[in-house]
C-alpha cells in the first residue's frame, strides 16, 4: 500500500523553502520485527519494487535473494518522479541528489527507523545509496550501489546534455529520449544477438527500429515529461564529495560493508571507473568489496542478468539468527513503550 510523508519546508540546495510530500511502500515484515532494507529506484522506475508488477521481483520476494519473510523492504519514490500522479518539480534545477538523500533521511527519522540492514540501488538509485551513506554514515550494515558511480562523470554529462536537448526540443520528447537512451543502457553486441540484422516485413523497418519506436512509445503513455527531465537532471547532480572533489575520502567515511557491483560492458556507469573506486577505498577501508557482472547487455545487465547478482549478494542477505542489526534495539524501544 502506498503511503505519504510530508517533509515541511525543506530547504533545497537552491536556498529555496517549500513542503515536500513524499510516497513510500513498505514489504514483508514490519519494521519493528525485521531488518529493514531500503531499495532505491532507478530513473524510470518506482517503489513498486517487487510483486506481479515490481521492476525488481527477481531480486525481491519470499524465498528470493532478499527474502520478505526475513526483511522489512522499504521503497520510497524519488518526489519528482510522478508515479501514481505525485507532486512533480517544474523548477527541477533547483534540486541536486544530495537533496533526495537528505529528504530519505527525514523520512527515515519519520518512521523511527535509526539502523538500516542494507541500502541498495540501481543506476541513479545506487547513487542515491552513494549519497545517503555519505549523509549518513553509520546507517547501514551493508551499502550495495549497483551499475552507478558516486559522481557524475563527463561521459554521464555529455549523454545527459544530449537526452536534455531532446526533451526541451523534440515534438514527441518523451518517446523520442527514450530512444536515445536505450541505445545507451545496452550495447552493440546485445543488439546484435537480439536482432541478428532482421526486418520487420510488416512495417519495413528493422526490428531493431520497430523496439527503439516500441520503448519510446511505452515509456511516454507512463511517464511524465517533468518527471524525465528532472531525473534526467539529478543524474548530472550525482557527486557524494558536495564539489570537494576527493570522492574516495568521502565514500571512506561510510561505517558499513560497501559492495559495489558493476557491469563490465556498461556504457552508461563505466566499469573501469568503479574498479577505480574499489581500488582506492581498498587501499584503507577493510570492509569493501567488488563484484562484476559480466554480460554483453550493458548498463541493462543489472536487470537482465539476475542470476549473478543473486550469486553476489546471497551471502550479504543470509541471517543465520534472530539478532538482526538494529532489530533489537527496535523492539526493545517498542517493549518499553508498553
Not at 89 to 105: G, H
Not at 220 to 225: A, V
Not at 325 to 330: C, D, H, M, R, T
Request: proline share 3%.
Amino acid at each position: 500500500m502506498l503511503r505519504e510523508i510530508v517533509i515541511d519546508q525543506f530547504e533545497n540546495s537552491a536556498g529555496k523553502v517549500q513542503d515536500i510530500r513524499l510516497s513510500f511502500q513498505f514489504f514483508g515484515n514490519k519494521p519493528t520485527e525485521a531488518p529493514v532494507v531500503l531499495v532505491n529506484h532507478a530513473l524510470t522506475g518506482n517503489s513498486e519494487v517487487t510483486g506481479e508488477f515490481g521492476w525488481w521481483k527477481d531480486l525481491i520476494g519470499e524465498d528470493k535473494c532478499i527474502d520478505l519473510r526475513k526483511y522489512c523492504v522499504l521503497a520510497i519514490n524519488i518526489p519528482g518522479n510522478g508515479y501514481k500522479g505525485h507532486e512533480v518539480f517544474k523548477e527541477y534545477k533547483d534540486f541536486k541528489l544530495k537533496d533526495i538523500a537528505r529528504l530519505q533521511a527525514k523520512v527515515l527519522e519519520k518512521l523511527n527507523i535509526d539502523k538500516l540492514y542494507a541500502i541498495i540501488g540501481g543506476s541513479i538509485g545506487g547513487a542515491l545509496a552513494w549519497e545517503l551513506a555519505v549523509l549518513k554514515p553509520a546507517l547501514a550494515k551493508h551499502i550495495i550501489p549497483v551499475a552507478t558511480d558516486f559522481k557524475a562523470t563527463d561521459w554521464l554529462v555529455a549523454n545527459c546534455r544530449i537526452q536534455e536537448h531532446i526533451l526541451n526540443n523534440s515534438s514527441n520528447p518523451v518517446h523520442d529520449a527514450r530512444m536515445h537512451a536505450m541505445t545507451f543502457y545496452r550495447t552493440p553486441q546485445s543488439l546484435a544477438q537480439k536482432f541478428e540484422n532482421k526486418k520487420n516485413e510488416g512495417k519495413q523497418v528493422f526490428e531493431v527500429e520497430n523496439w527503439l519506436l516500441h520503448h519510446g512509445e511505452k515509456l511516454k503513455n507512463r511517464f511524465n515529461l517533468d518527471s524525465y527531465k528532472f531525473l534526467n537532471h539529478l543524474l548530472t547532480t550525482i557527486d557524494i564529495s558536495g564539489g570537494k572533489g576527493d570522492h574516495i575520502q568521502y565514500a571512506g567515511q561510510i561505517k558499513g560493508h560497501i559492495h559495489i557491483v558493476t557491469v563490465n560492458s556498461d556504457l552508461f556507469f563505466l566499469a573501469e571507473e568503479n574498479r577505480k573506486a574499489y581500488k582506492g577505498l581498498s587501499r584503507f577501508k577493510p570492509e569493501v568489496s567488488y563484484y562484476e557482472i559480466d554480460s554483453i547487455h550493458g548498463h541493462d545487465a543489472f536487470l537482465i542478468e539476475t542470476e549473478q547478482l543473486v550469486r553476489f549478494l546471497k551471502p550479504v542477505f543470509e541471517i543465520k539468527e534472530d539478532r538482526f542489526y538494529g532489530v533489537a534495539e527496535k523492539r526493545n524501544k517498542v517493549l518499553s513503550l508498553k
